[in-house]
């Protein structure tokens, strides 16, 4: 039966998700059971792609890219494929109606980390759109369960929250980015010479996401908006404690969440969710 490997594919997907990411594990988890399959496999798809070009260093990337991405739209076509994580990914696509412009979208921006390490403007608006705002919307596409007229509604939130996710993943790992594949997503800055200034500057355009995107998380139907609640609450955190620190300390360490903080700011969240406070 073909259940039985649509099964194991997603529990690849699931695997995946865990293994990489506990934050987004967790959130995850919060969703309503029906939910959680279809987020674990949009996050297997594109954190494959992402290790792709950022961490597999002794192999030919671009070959491998490349062949992933052929592999990707096979799937899509033909509703199958011998690779778990592609299969689950095809199964949601088809299940919610992803449309292939957003899956083309990503793979994109994904491409562009194979040849350009500095961004302008435009190109850095362009890969935050690939990167992380269409991924958003994809997951949209699950929380709205084929409700097209709620999903018009919501997109410009799931946007926002997928940009600021981002961002804050590139303060986070400004460290890597720049020391270890020598990029720099952030228009016109050289971390040689970080100010405080210019960071003000990045965190108040992340605040201003922040800010858009939690006005669509309070209109999340009640089996999504829990679990992006918590995804938000977490990494508004994150924000938090990298704004607390100077410039200078960007490209010393990689700022964390402890678990036992996680918990903590679950069991908050689990509370203003429960008695509406959100």
């Not at 095809?90 to 990503?106: D, M, N």
């Not at 793979?107 to 435009?122: G, V």
């Not at 400004?174 to 010479?193: I, Q």
């Not at 995107?213 to 679990?227: C, Q, V």
Request: glycine share 6%; charged share 25%; hydrophobic share 35%.
């Amino acid at each position: 039966m073909k259940q039985i490997y649509d099964d194991v594919s997603l529990a690849c997907s699931k695997i995946t998700t865990t293994s990489y990411s506990s934050s987004f594990s967790i959130g995850v988890g919060c969703l309503q059971k029906h939910l959680r399959g279809p987020i674990y496999s949009i996050y297997g798809f594109v954190r494959f792609a992402d290790e792709i070009v950022d961490t597999f260093h002794n192999y030919n990337k671009e070959e491998l890219f490349y062949e992933f991405k052929e592999e990707t739209w096979k799937a899509i076509d033909r509703k199958i494929s011998l690779n778990p994580i592609l299969n689950s990914f095809q199964c949601v696509v088809h299940t919610y109606g992803i449309e292939r412009e957003l899956i083309e979208c990503f793979l994109q921006s994904m491409e562009t980390d194979l040849f350009k390490s500095t961004h302008n403007d435009n190109s850095y608006g362009n890969y935050i759109l690939g990167s992380a705002e269409v991924v958003g919307l994809m997951c949209l596409r699950v929380f709205t369960e084929n409700n097209n007229a709620l999903y018009d509604s919501l997109k410009s939130s799931a946007q926002k929250l997928g940009a600021a996710f981002q961002k804050v993943n590139f303060l986070r790992d400004v460290k890597s980015d720049y020391e270890e594949l020598g990029r720099t997503y952030f228009p016109g800055v050289d971390f040689k010479a970080f100010t405080d200034k210019e960071k003000r500057q990045i965190e108040s355009d992340i605040d201003q996401d922040f800010h858009e995107a939690f006005e669509g998380i309070k209109k999340l139907p009640p089996a999504s908006r829990f679990g992006v609640y918590v995804a938000f609450v977490y990494y508004k955190t994150l924000f938090s404690k990298i704004r607390s620190i100077p410039s200078a300390r960007i490209l010393m360490e990689r700022v964390r969440i402890s678990d036992g903080h996680k918990l903590g700011l679950l069991a908050t969240s689990y509370f203003r969710h429960r008695f509406s406070l959100i």
